[in-house]
């Protein structure tokens, strides 16, 4: 019943818990205890007006019970043990309330899961469980792994916070370049989860997108590196095309056939605004690169006006930069469209070792021999795409799109 309110509002309040007790596992608790007395108090009288306020109130006071009680008392290194006898907000007061990016709690949260002593998978890992608030399950997604590995990695990855004593802060202006590569990371995922779910119903979550694309925003003021202002251009000009991706029943509609009319043109030329600040710089990286991709399928009138021999060229320095299977196998299907669909059909022969098991792979391969007329062979692809999605909306596509071959 309030599981929507609780997603929204749980990233938030643990970061708060995290400053105020020192320890991820103790905040956990503390935030579970907390949503278990929301859903004892709410049920029978109601949401409160803010219940972001109230689920905060809640749980900081339940923490500072926890610290008078001597329990589980975590001392960190970089900020003094909170006051336990400061008053509480008033009703209605929002009790996070900063008026700088660099004390928001959920900065200070990001840039300690991405601290050097953790490997970058751990990074982005634990940043996406207690920022984003994800499942285990959508990090093993988004991770390309079995959820028993990525459940091993969070557990890994609290123990090293815990034990190396590593602090709960901003680093210094002199010391945020080293750490911006993984900062970046976690909010492309956590972007990239919200804009196509992992699982269940939903094909957009649209508050971990719009709080992905806020603190990236922070960030661009904390530090207005040329990638941090592309990975917001990129997030914007996406973000903009949000309402023609699901029709009016619901169901996910393809960048082709969507009614560009509905696309927000208003925030579409606010990210080109920011990736031409961004590209002022002439320092290029992987995110401005895929702000340009996305700002010319953003700029494209028509699906057949868009600048397929472009794209293809971006994502081929695309690859130079960042390789990855991904990248390859969008290059391909800009192949296909630039040179000819033979052409990305080749290219996607040489990705099954690394993306067999992943549906986007058969469902491309799918679309291209649809389009050659191949029809039994796609038809095995969209099966072959069927077995591997999870997502349902997606799931729905994929069926309607093997029906009509049939």
């Given at each position: ?6 997603r ?33 108090v ?14 905060t109130?809640?749980?900081?006071n ?28 008033a009703?209605g ?17 990001i ?49 090293k ?53 806020r ?90 006006a ?16 960042t ?49 050659l ?34």
């Amino acid at each position: 019943m309030w599981a929507r309110v609780f997603r929204r509002e749980s990233g938030r309040v643990l970061a708060g818990l995290i400053r105020e007790l020192g320890d991820f596992d103790a905040a956990e608790d503390v935030l579970q205890d907390t949503l278990a007395r929301a859903v004892e108090v709410w049920t029978p009288n109601g949401a409160p007006e803010n219940p972001g306020a109230w689920l905060t109130t809640v749980a900081k006071n339940r923490a500072r019970d926890l610290l008078r009680r001597g329990a589980r008392v975590i001392e960190t290194r970089d900020e003094p043990a909170p006051d336990v006898a400061a008053p509480e907000p008033a009703p209605g007061i929002d009790p996070d309330h900063h008026t700088s990016g660099v004390v928001d709690d959920r900065l200070r949260l990001i840039f300690t899961c991405c601290h050097p002593a953790l490997a970058r998978p751990a990074q982005v890992a634990l940043t996406l469980r207690t920022l984003g608030g994800l499942t285990t399950f959508e990090i093993a997604r988004a991770f390309l792994e079995s959820e028993p590995t990525t459940a091993q990695r969070l557990v890994r990855a609290k123990k090293k916070i815990r034990e190396a004593g590593i602090g709960y802060q901003v680093p210094s202006r002199d010391r945020l370049p080293a750490r911006l590569e993984s900062v970046l990371a976690v909010l492309y995922l956590i972007f990239n989860e919200g804009y196509s779910a992992a699982a269940g119903d939903l094909l957009i979550r649209r508050e971990l997108c719009e709080e992905a694309i806020r603190l990236t925003r922070e960030l661009s003021e904390l530090l207005p590196d040329p990638e941090v202002l592309g990975l917001l251009a990129l997030m914007m000009l996406h973000h903009a095309r949000r309402d023609a991706r699901t029709s009016a029943d619901g169901e996910f509609v393809p960048l082709e056939l969507q009614d560009r009319s509905t696309w927000n043109r208003a925030e579409i030329d606010q990210g080109a605004a920011v990736l031409d600040r961004a590209l002022t710089a002439n320092r290029r990286g992987p995110y401005q690169v895929q702000a340009a991709i996305a700002a010319l399928h953003g700029t494209a009138a028509r699906a057949e006006a868009t600048d397929w021999a472009q794209i293809e060229l971006l994502y081929r320095t695309l690859r130079e930069l960042t390789p990855g299977p991904m990248v390859d196998l969008n290059h391909a299907v800009a192949v296909a469209m630039s040179q000819g669909l033979d052409a990305g059909l080749e290219r996607m022969a040489t990705l099954d070792a690394e993306l067999g098991d992943y549906y986007l792979l058969p469902a491309a391969r799918a679309d291209l021999y649809r389009r050659l007329g191949r029809r039994a062979e796609a038809a095995a692809q969209y099966r072959r795409a069927l077995e591997l999605v999870s997502n349902a909306r997606e799931r729905r596509y994929l069926e309607r799109r093997l029906a009509s071959l049939q």
